[in-house]
């Protein structure tokens, strides 16, 4: 019998390269989000535009008993929108509206298998102040502290999940991610991420140039490839362990080597001006022992490969929007 299953969330990066993962395997697929994926037609058998901060959508879309549910629908962006301050009221209330409504019209059709994606911002700032060690085991998050409001959010959220799964009876499963990246994501605009911003400037800068880095360059963190993102979330859909659990590697890199990466695989060489700018924690980096532990399986492919299919699809972005 073929498999149901609802992405929330389906029209962004995630979503997007999930929902075509979901068909691959076979599956019958419905997406719902404010818009279509940005860069490529959805796989989705069935989409549905609208808000999920609107209960009445969400109990439109939740109209049968889904087989899975993937919930990743959250109002985000990169640290240029997460750590300025400017966006704490809309992060908080979009996205635990969102999560509120799902999970209400998710108990009542009787869907059990929920998959929720938190983040890596829940792990609390005073274990991430040394670039060299810092600790995010799925253990450290309390006493809590995150680092943004966005982090309160997700830490909220989870524990949202993990009420339903104990009242409800509900298979909740629940992932924090570390920085995903790859082809088909935001690259400009202000919500994009690292690798992405350091591809665009890269790839618009003459051989030799300058380009800019938000503070000195040497806070740490670690970034994880599309395709093995997608690889955690089904083993840990389809396993028996409910998480939390991070999902992301363990190759850690200062800010400074990501762009000497991104440099590399572009064949450029260029100085680096470090000016000020948002940064976040000092130091982040996946712990991957329960991930290892629970799911026997952990991301192995090195960043550089990553970065050399992101970058060469962001440069082909930018010259596709130069005028003929």
């Known amino acids: ?47 549905v535009i609208g808000d999920l901060r609107d209960p009445n959508l969400c109990r439109y879309v939740v109209d049968m ?54 983040s890596a911002c829940i792990y609390p700032e005073y274990n991430q102040m040394d670039p060299g060690n810092p600790q995010c085991s799925e253990d450290s998050a309390y006493p809590a502290n995150p680092d943004s409001d966005y982090g309160w959010e997700k830490l909220f959220s989870e524990r949202l999940y993990l009420a339903y799964a104990r009242n409800y009876g509900m298979e909740v499963r629940i992932a924090r991610f570390h920085n995903i990246f790859g082809p088909n994501g935001t690259w400009t605009g202000g919500r994009e991420k690292a690798p992405a911003a350091l591809c665009r400037k890269v790839a618009l800068a003459t051989d030799g140039g300058v380009i800019d880095i938000w503070g000195d360059g040497l806070q740490t963190r670690s970034f994880l490839y599309i395709d093995e993102c997608l690889e955690g979330v089904l083993r840990l859909m389809r396993s028996d362990f409910t998480g939390p659990v991070n999902i992301g590697s363990e190759e850690m890199v200062t800010i400074n080597q990501l762009a000497e ?64």
């Open 1 to 47: 019998m073929t498999k149901k299953v609802l992405v929330c969330g389906a029209g962004g990066f995630i979503g997007s390269h999930l929902v075509k993962r979901l068909k691959q395997d076979g599956c019958w697929v419905r997406g719902v989000d404010l818009k279509y994926p940005e860069f490529d037609a959805t796989a989705a058998d069935d989409f």
């Open 65 to 118: 008993k889904f087989d899975e549910v993937y919930q990743l629908a959250a109002d985000m962006g990169g640290a240029g929108f997460v750590f300025t301050g400017q966006h704490d009221a809309d992060i908080m209330h979009n996205s635990a509206l969102i999560n509120l409504n799902i999970l209400d019209a998710c108990q009542k059709r009787n869907v059990k298998r929920i998959f929720y994606s938190s």
């Open 261 to 324: 990466y991104v440099m590399q695989v572009a064949g450029k060489t260029m100085q680096l001006q470090h000016i000020p700018g948002p940064q976040g924690v000092r130091g982040r980096n996946s712990d991957n022992r329960r991930l290892k532990e629970k799911l026997g399986w952990e991301p192995q492919a090195p960043l550089i490969a990553g970065l050399a299919t992101t970058y060469q699809w962001i440069k082909g972005q930018i010259e596709a929007q130069k005028p003929c």
